[in-house]
Nanobody, 123 residues
Framework: VQLQESGPGLVKPSQTLSLTCTVS??????????WSWLRQPPGKGLEWLGA???????YYNPSLKSRTSISRDTSKNQFTLQLSSVTPEDTAVYHC????????????????WGQGTQVTVSS
């Protein structure tokens, strides 16, 4: 399975960050998998943001739930992250990943990762 993140590398404060993860080699709707978004700010650890399940159900980090939305397009085998009202603290490398569970923040908890995409929030 291969995952590839795409989206703008620079977002202005107060705007909405939108990233897409394109999945190849497997269908998002087969198998009991959770498709997650995670991020790693500079000098900090990995943070799980949210996930969409094989069923289409969504799960969010409670600390970011009010600003986060995850959706999918099964016809394109893609899922999308939207993070609203961004601030410079949202600057990070954003990853999409596949795992058997959701809510986990260790790389070993996921069996497939995208390479990551740098997003900088700055005016």
């Amino acid at each position: 399975v291969q995952l590839q993140e795409s989206g703008p590398g620079l977002v202005k404060p107060s705007q909405t960050l939108s990233l897409t993860c394109t999945v190849s080699g497997a269908s998002m709707t087969t198998g009991l998998y959770f498709w997650s978004w995670l991020r790693q700010p500079p000098g900090k650890g990995l943070e799980w943001l949210g996930a969409i399940a094989y069923s289409g159900s969504t799960y969010y980090n409670p600390s970011l739930k009010s600003r986060t939305s995850i959706s999918r397009d099964t016809s394109k085998n893609q899922f999308t992250l939207q993070l609203s009202s961004v601030t410079p603290e949202d600057t990070a490398v954003y990853h999409c990943a596949r795992g058997d569970f959701y809510g986990l923040g260790r790389p070993d908890d996921y069996d497939s990762w995208g390479q990551g995409t740098q997003v900088t929030v700055s005016s």
